[in-house]
């Protein structure tokens, strides 16, 4: 099993960026496919950005260029660094670790932008 625990999320101003840290316990970290997520209210939950194994990094449109994943196998942490931060980025994020067919979560971290 992998318990994940978010960290870094909080309010800045529009063009701004917020550093999010994953957190997994277990010993089968390194075997994830880790994803970010976010959830805004109202709205179901999208997958934002992921990076296998070996560290390939994939993102969605709406955050490519501006947001970079990455994970620290031996520290066995994601991290999801977020600049030029938009209003529309508001959301819960979530942390994801893929394995085995299996889906692990976070609790969240709310992440709020304003204008």
């Known amino acids: 099993q992998v318990q994940l625990v978010e960290s870094g999320g909080g309010s800045v101003q529009a063009g701004g960026s917020l550093r999010l840290s994953c957190a997994a316990s277990g010993t089968i970290f390194g075997l994830c496919v880790m994803g970010w997520y976010r959830q805004a209210p109202g709205q179901q939950r999208w997958l934002i950005a992921s990076v296998s194994r070996g560290g390939t990094a994939n993102y969605g449109d709406s955050v490519k260029g501006r947001f970079t994943i990455s994970r620290d196998n031996a520290k066995t942490t994601a991290y999801l660094q977020m600049t030029s931060l938009k209003p529309e980025d508001t959301a819960v994020y979530y942390c994801?670790?893929?394995?085995?067919?299996?889906?692990?979560w976070g609790q969240g971290t709310q992440v709020t932008v304003s204008s």
């Open positions: 994801n670790c893929r394995v085995f067919g299996n889906d692990y």
